[in-house]
């Protein structure tokens, strides 16, 4: 079997996106060396990273992004003999045994946290890959019956995939909790969110219902103007040692997104011993399942309260701790690898 892949993600910025392409496919070659992989990129071969060494990658350039996804990357993998191309959403009618991995329809679920353009082309992409795709594969059953709901011509060949925690967060030792702590300022008990401006993370929500519980919030990621406020400690982007330690460190982490596919952070968090709270938007119940506080809405009175409650009940707290460890063992990038490989003996068969 001969596997061409866009591979435009793996080792990128740090997103989930970003994180599935790498870690799913780092643990596939571990688990199938004899189906060959050919990586596909208008970007250079990164660096650093190990799996990479022994794995074709062709870079092939293009003009624009969108004429690179829709003829360049399915010429490309027409060109070297793949059985089948693996994108990401928006697959082109010239792909060969396409296969489509749609994370969530967030931008159905509400448009306006995308901008005009990028849902018609999410829109468009997916309408099209529920057509035109052998298989779409998803990371949650409950993306996979968002998908179902809004593109119901993938009904028969949507499969679910789900992620996992990716192998570069761990519990951080004592010593190294404390040495981060003390360089970003952070003394007693806090709560750990990771940050972003975009409207659907709901970062407000955590800043608000903090300061109504009198609890500190550290923050990390992407910076927003609501990050303004006097119980907040802020840290910017940091690199995967240093957010293990803030995780771990963490009483609680909070995740008030109103929608996710899956929610990587919450089992991150899990992974270090991190209380979970987490709102009910998407998948994120389907991850937390009985290891996480699932909120039941978004009002901030709701979160404070729950905030404060758990602040002062150590023995609830190290309840949904070790619960959290367990449950985030039941996902792995190795089930994940075997998740992919079946989908991939569906089509080439």
């Not at 870690?23 to 596939?28: K, P, V």
């Not at 909790?177 to 969110?193: C, E, K, M, N, Q």
């Not at 990771?194 to 407000?204: I, L, P, S």
């Amino acid at each position: 079997m001969k596997v061409a892949i866009d591979a435009r993600l793996i080792a990128g910025t740090s997103t989930g996106d970003s994180t599935y392409w790498t870690c799913f496919l780092e643990a596939f070659t571990q688990l199938y060396p004899e189906v060959e992989l050919i990586c596909i990129s208008n970007r250079s071969k990164p660096l650093g990273v190990p799996w990479l060494e022994n794995i074709s990658w062709l870079n092939v350039p293009a003009k624009t992004e969108q004429w690179w996804s829709m003829v360049t990357l399915p010429l490309a993998a027409r060109k070297v003999g793949a059985n089948l191309l693996h994108v990401q959403y928006a697959l082109s009618p010239l792909a060969k045994n396409g296969i489509s991995t749609v994370h969530d329809v967030s931008f159905m679920i509400e448009p306006a946290w995308f901008s005009a353009r990028d849902q018609t082309l999410l829109k468009m992409g997916v309408e099209l890959a529920s057509r035109k795709a052998k298989r779409i594969v998803t990371v949650s059953e409950t993306s996979k019956s968002e998908i179902l709901r809004f593109f119901p011509k993938a009904k028969v060949k949507t499969r679910v995939a789900t992620n996992a925690c990716p192998p570069w967060i761990q519990r951080a030792s004592p010593e190294q909790v404390s040495r981060v702590l003390d360089s970003h300022g952070i003394a007693g008990p806090h709560a750990f969110t990771v940050g972003t401006n975009w409207a659907r993370k709901n970062m407000k929500l955590a800043v608000e219902a903090t300061r109504e519980a009198e609890c500190q919030l550290v923050v990390t990621g992407k910076q927003g103007g609501e990050l303004a406020a006097n119980h907040v400690r802020a840290t910017g982007y940091v690199d995967t040692d240093v957010l293990s330690a803030l995780y771990t460190s963490a009483t609680l982490y909070l995740a008030p997104s109103l929608h996710e596919g899956f929610g990587i952070p919450i089992v991150e968090a899990m992974r270090c011993g991190t209380p979970v709270v987490c709102g009910p938007g998407g998948a994120m119940p389907e991850v937390a399942g009985t290891a996480g506080f699932v909120m039941p809405d978004y009002d901030t009175a709701t979160w404070a309260k729950a905030v404060r409650k758990l602040l002062n009940d150590p023995s609830k707290l190290s309840e949904l701790s070790m619960r959290g460890t367990e449950r985030e063992a039941e996902f792995t990038w190795s089930r994940s690898a075997q998740a992919h490989y079946e989908v991939y003996r569906e089509v080439v068969k």
